[in-house]
């Protein structure tokens, strides 16, 4: 019964105000490429999108079944946040006891993280749900081979195998998650003659999760420096800070509140460092819970000096062994006033985390939906629409009502400056021809209403260029979170 309520709370969480924002790029983008056939998704699709084409197969399937409105397709995330509650349950039994698995699931189901991303048409909320899985699976395995039961010594390993293969067609990182399990799982069978017996099997279930796994490895490979992953920065220390900051309070406010998101994460390191003196955890907990998380870490962040690819998101499956050893820290033999400031520490996270998801984020995502819902009414049939050199027109055609699609009117893309090409552009509409500032300036000129359409981001590097256009814009709209709307 405490299970199901935690259950029940943890999915009332993801469900509360799940179509209170407007998709943003990445989302709408989810909604164009779901649209793509199967065979499209798993070989060209494969190399062209970076998120792996799990995700895409999944929701193809469930939009078929619930629809394809907002509040549906982000319904599918939500679910599968859901589900990995109960496996973070299980987990926490099998490394303390089951008040441990309580408490370790109640953790996770109010982590703000966890809710963010549940209520987010991306992929990111089938990570955390396939290493819970896989991370039974190996613990299974490991017990038992460690414990020479050969018999069972193939226990858990295809719960493992499997869910390897899920974790790596769901994020391209989780390559290095299924890495660092291994590498635990190997360095805890060497430490004992039983366990070495049993190394064969996991190399061997291991080469079947490679086979099956290589062709997201050579998409991987491909894509590597490609350009439209450029906006991606090398580590610094902010960044590197805002890794703990996005997975213990939340992702949005850091972005405002960041010396007080630096206070709260650093506080439930410390308190949880701390907590591991009296724990004094086994070694398949320190493996587990703090050797698969560090290696990550050092893998990603490492390589990410040389090609950047690390994002605070990528670390969203770091919340289970954290919620499990959390719930180990929260009960005896920690001292009582250790375990009172980590419970305190949790509960300011959690507050100021989910003000952040339930009141930040909407000031904080693009709303695509509030500004086309105010331009379509007021556009004119010889209206000239332009979308920015830095935003991509998927949101602008998911809100405009099929005005722009298989109807044969000409969309242009401002360049004031030479840009990349468009990877992905619907086959259901003109592609958008590009346009320099002074065309715009004379179509205006002569008459016509121009209007431009931009991301924030996109706007502030390229306003200087629109303003000094002759005549320059009419207005600049700003009325909407994270969007702007210029016209002549």
């Known amino acids: 019964m405490p299970l ?26 989810t909604t164009h490429w779901i ?75 109010l982590m703000p993280m966890q809710v963010f991303y549940a209520q987010e048409a991306r992929a990111y909320a089938l990570v955390p749900l396939f290493l819970a899985t896989a991370l039974l699976g190996l613990l299974r395995f ?36 299924v890495a660092a399990l ?15 017996r049993a190394l064969p099997r996991l190399i ?3 080469l079947g999760v490679a086979v099956l796994s290589l062709p997201q490895l050579w998409a991987i490979l491909v894509q590597t420096g490609r350009y439209d992953l450029d906006w991606i920065q090398p580590p610094d220390l902010v960044s590197t800070l805002n890794l703990a900051n996005s997975l213990l309070v939340d992702p949005v406010t850091p972005q405002t509140a960041f010396r007080l998101s630096c206070i709260l994460s650093a506080l439930v390191l410390a308190l949880l460092l701390a907590s591991l003196a009296f724990l004094r955890p086994n070694r398949l907990a320190v493996a587990y819970l703090l050797g698969v998380p560090a290696l990550f870490l050092v893998a990603v962040i490492g390589l990410s000096f040389k090609s950047p690819f690390v994002i605070p998101r990528i670390l969203i499956w770091i919340a289970v062994p954290v919620c499990v050893l959390a719930g180990m820290a929260l009960q005896p033999p920690v001292p009582r006033a250790l375990r009172a400031a980590l419970a305190l520490t949790f509960v300011a996270c959690i507050g100021v985390g989910l003000y ?64 990349n090409p468009d990877i992905y552009l619907p086959d259901t509409i003109l592609p958008p021809l590009p346009v320099s500032t002074e065309a715009l300036a004379a179509a205006a000129h002569e008459g016509r209403r121009i209007r431009l359409l931009l991301r924030e981001a996109d706007w502030l590097r390229n306003a200087p260029a629109a303003l000094s256009a002759v005549p320059p814009p009419s207005s600049v709209n700003r009325d909407h979170a994270r969007v702007v709307l210029v016209t002549w």
């Open 182 to 196: 291994d590498l635990c799982c190997a360095g805890l069978l060497l430490a004992s003659a039983p366990g070495r």
């Open 142 to 177: 490991t017990r038992a081979a460690m414990a020479a039961e050969r018999a069972e010594g193939w226990q858990g390993l295809p719960l493992f195998a499997g869910s390897a293969v899920l974790l790596i067609y769901s994020h391209a990182t989780s390559v290095f998650t």
């Open 204 to 206: 061997l279930a291991n």
């Open 356 to 419: 952040g998801v339930y009141v930040r984020t909407p000031a904080d995502k693009e709303d695509w939906r509030g500004l086309m819902a105010e331009l379509m009414p007021q556009l004119g049939p010889q209206d000239i629409v332009a979308i920015g050199p830095g935003t991509t027109i998927l949101p602008i055609l998911h809100y405009s009502g099929g005005a722009f699609e298989g109807t044969g009117r000409q969309l242009w893309r401002w360049e004031p400056a030479p840009r």
């Open 4 to 29: 199901a309520l935690i259950v029940l709370l943890g999915l009332g969480l993801r469900l509360y105000r799940l179509d209170s924002v407007s998709f943003w790029s990445d989302e709408a983008f």
């Open 35 to 109: 649209h793509k056939d199967l065979v499209f998704l798993w070989t060209r699709g494969l190399e062209l999108e970076t998120t792996p084409p799990l995700y895409y197969t999944l929701l193809k399937f469930w939009a078929w079944l619930a629809g394809s409105s907002d509040l549906a397709i982000r319904l599918f995330s939500a679910l599968a946040s859901t589900a990995t509650i109960p496996l973070v349950f299980l987990l926490g039994r099998a490394f303390g006891r089951p008040a441990t698995g309580l408490v370790a699931a109640l953790l996770f189901a």
